[in-house]
């Protein structure tokens, strides 16, 4: 052999020993630690490797219920089974987690049926984007020859996951999928937790130690909620954007930052299959009240909302919840500010500012009526010209008194208007 060829044999193998070292360190099976008893709800982001479908996401991690899928993506409940899903685009999964041996594992599902042509490798590099390796396929499994799978053959895919706490509280552990360009600082701003934390968490000693494909752990905080020890669904646990589906189809909660962190619960509104001990849903009113569930009631100092306290076979379970500040939710208040919603109360903003830049500037020409500024459409007859009283005589008394007349009337207006929005 050539003094000339063994120098380049030995290049090209540096090259290929430092290729699979990358790869073996980009493909260590993610791991997250768990020592708690009990089964929880988990999520970890899934990477579609070709277009598909939601049907065909469902089908593959087999998730009982759309609506958990949709939920957890915070789709509408309207969302067809067949709507389309791009390839490389991200779809969280949600699933149950139990703790075996100090590590997190999916409670027996997904359940993946062998093909012709599958390996253990390409099961879980191809199909389950390395959310798993195939050592640990085969390990959950009971296979001791990793190349011996059998056409047919039904093998549990463990996905990674955790049901501890963190720092005392209750959250919903995320697997996210790192994605090229990431930093652990802004994964960390992005789900309101920190660097520091994200690092212990994972047993990171640095953040420059983060590699694109790598499973991330992510404590995500949930929504608080008043629900009954023996409720079927006790806990709920959501994290920010996300709903679920509860009570045999008959109650939807959601989770949404803005609403003081508080579990937000209301009537689902979707179908009822034939397999719920019920054919209709039953009373969701609060027996204390008139109020029903996820209405809120305001006054000047509290909001008293019809909140969900979990279900069993027989009823759902609700109960009055007071607070002192009041959520963005539903209200029975009879303030008519309240009734028009956040929506109306944009418009009415809208409305009630130009017309004070039309009263500074002599433009306006109409005056709201008596019931209140924001409900009805002006009368004809109630319509005034300002500049048409300063032409009439630019220096009559009465005049400027008319005009000063009809501004305080808009600024009286303006103020009821505030005055009755602060309690919104």
Known sequence: MGSATCPAILLSLFFISAHLVAQSAAQTPPTFTCSKKATCQALVDYVVPNATTLDGIQTLFGIKKLYSLLGANGRPTSTPRTAPVAAKETIKIPFRCICKNG??????????TVKKGDGLDHIARDIFSTLVSYQQIAAVNGIKDVNLIEVGQKLWIPLPCSCDDFNGTQV?????VVQAGNSMEGIAQDFGTTEEALLKLNGIANSSEL????????????????????????????????????????????????NNWTLQCEAAQVKLTNKKPWSTCPSMQCSESNLALGI???????????????????????????????SATNSNNNNAA???????????????????????????GFVLPNAKPWLGRVPTQRRYSRN??????????????????FTSIHILEISEFWRDCGKC
């Open 211 to 258: 590699m694109a494909g790598q499973v991330l752990d992510v404590p995500l905080k949930v929504c608080a909620s008043s629900m009954r020890n023996g409720s079927l669904d006790n806990p709920i646990l959501l994290p920010n954007g996300t709903y679920v589906v509860t009570a045999y189809d008959c109650v939807k909660c959601s989770c949404d930052s803005s």
């Open 388 to 405: 048409r009283l300063l032409s009439q005589n630019s220096t009559d008394t009465q005049t400027s008194r008319n005009l000063n007349f």
């Open 296 to 326: 809120t009631s305001t006054t000047d100092s509290t909001c008293t909302t019809c909140s969900y306290a979990g279900f069993n076979n027989q009823t759902i379970f609700t109960q009055l919840l007071n607070q002192s500040t009041c």
């Open 338 to 364: 309240s009734k028009m919603g956040v929506g109306a109360w944009s418009w009415n903003y809208l409305f009630i500012s130009v017309h004070l830049v039309l009263i500074s500037v002599g433009l306006d």
């Open 172 to 176: 919903v552990h995320y697997g996210h």
């Open 103 to 112: 590590t997190g594992v999916s409670n027996r599902v997904p359940t993946y």
